[in-house]
């Protein structure tokens, strides 16, 4: 069975960092691209970033390049996105899920709320 279990996720004030996790289990994680999506309130759910298996290739919708860093380690089942210069319009729940550019699984997890808020 597949699932995600995201977490990291809070209240932080225009400008603050969050570092969010999103830790994965009931597939092969280290030959898994990786995936982080988002979806605010009235909105369809986004790409925000992908990661390939080996960590060594990466993609960033264009709002969020030079502020979120997505990474993984695979020893731990666990993907990452560092999220800096944080923007009311980051608020979002942001989920993860496997593959690269799209979601592998039709599979959720809950989600973890960010909200940027001054």
């Known amino acids: 069975q597949v699932q995600f279990v995201e977490s990291g996720g809070g209240l932080v004030q225009p400008g603050g960092s969050l570092r969010l996790s999103c830790a994965a289990s009931?597939?092969?994680?280290?030959?898994?691209?990786m995936s982080w999506f988002r979806q605010a309130p009235g909105n369809e759910r986004e790409l925000v970033a992908s990661?390939?298996?080996?960590?060594?290739?990466?993609n960033y919708t264009a709002p969020v390049k030079g502020r979120f860093t997505i990474s993984r380690d695979n020893a731990k089942n666990t993907v990452y996105l560092q999220m800096n210069s944080l923007k009311p319009e980051d608020t979002a729940v942001y989920y993860c899920n496997a593959g690269y550019l799209r979601a592998r699984w039709p599979d959720w997890g809950q989600g973890t709320q960010v909200t940027v808020s001054s």
């Open positions: 009931g597939f092969t994680f280290s030959t898994s691209s």
């Open positions: 990661i390939s298996s080996g960590g060594g290739l990466t």
